[in-house]
């Protein structure tokens, strides 16, 4: 029965995704602020694609978090 429980809880542990998982940045060679959201303001003024993408490789790529989402 011990088991089954840590087993059960294992699952609904590792079945939730934590908040923020997934950011968004603009795809621009000057560009250096991630986002949480895609209607972020500061990305108001990105003329390239937006892409989404997780958090660690927005920071493997030297981005940091947007002032707008502290």
């Not at 995704?17 to 997934?22: I, L, N, P, S």
């Not at 940045?25 to 937006?50: F, Q, V």
């Not at 993408?53 to 978090?65: D, Q, S, Y």
Request: aromatic content about 12%; glycine content about 4%.
């Amino acid at each position: 029965m011990k088991k089954v429980l840590v087993l059960l809880l294992f699952f609904v542990i590792t079945s939730f995704k934590t908040v923020a998982d997934d950011v968004y940045i603009c795809d621009s060679k000057y560009a250096t602020k991630y986002h949480y959201s895609d209607t972020c303001r500061g990305l108001n003024a990105c003329k390239h694609e937006i892409v989404k993408l997780t958090v660690e490789k927005a920071k493997k790529r030297g981005f940091t978090l947007c002032g707008f989402e502290d």
